[in-house]
């Protein structure tokens, strides 16, 4: 079975660090590329970050993030990370990964070709 898990979320200030791990389960994440997005209550799902597999490979992140968030990943450990700094209130969200079976971010940030969706981890921004 393939399980993506999410973990990392929890309650930060405004201004503050965290940094979000999907771990695969079940199969490698070496050859497929892996999408962070969020959802907020009573909002669409949007896509946050994206990173191919090979060297050299893809990165694109929501312009709403740019700058702020990091994407990265550590085949050998079978895991993406999503680096988040600056956190602001408008971030509080469910955090999920996904993988996608073609290796690229192209037209990515609406998660159309990405499956095996984690359960998600609560980021809450707040003073």
């Known amino acids: 079975q393939l399980q993506l898990v999410e973990s990392g979320g929890g309650l930060v200030q405004p201004g503050g660090f965290l940094r979000l791990s999907c771990r695969a389960a079940g199969f490698t994440l070496d050859g497929y590329a892996i999408g962070w997005f969020r959802q907020a209550p009573g909002k669409e799902r949007e896509g946050v970050s994206c990173?191919?597999?090979?060297?050299?490979?893809?990165?694109k992140h929501a312009d709403s993030v740019s700058g702020r968030f990091t994407i990265s990943r550590d085949n050998a450990e079978n895991t993406v990370y999503l680096q988040m700094k600056s956190l602001k209130p408008e971030d509080t969200a469910v955090y999920y990964c996904?993988?996608?079976?073609?290796?690229?971010?192209?037209?990515?940030?609406?998660?159309?070709?990405?499956?095996?969706w984690g359960r998600g981890t609560q980021v809450t921004v707040s003073s």
């Open positions: 996904a993988f996608r079976s073609s290796d690229t971010c192209d037209n990515w940030s609406h998660g159309l070709g990405f499956g095996s």
């Open positions: 990173i191919t597999s090979r060297v050299g490979g893809d990165i």
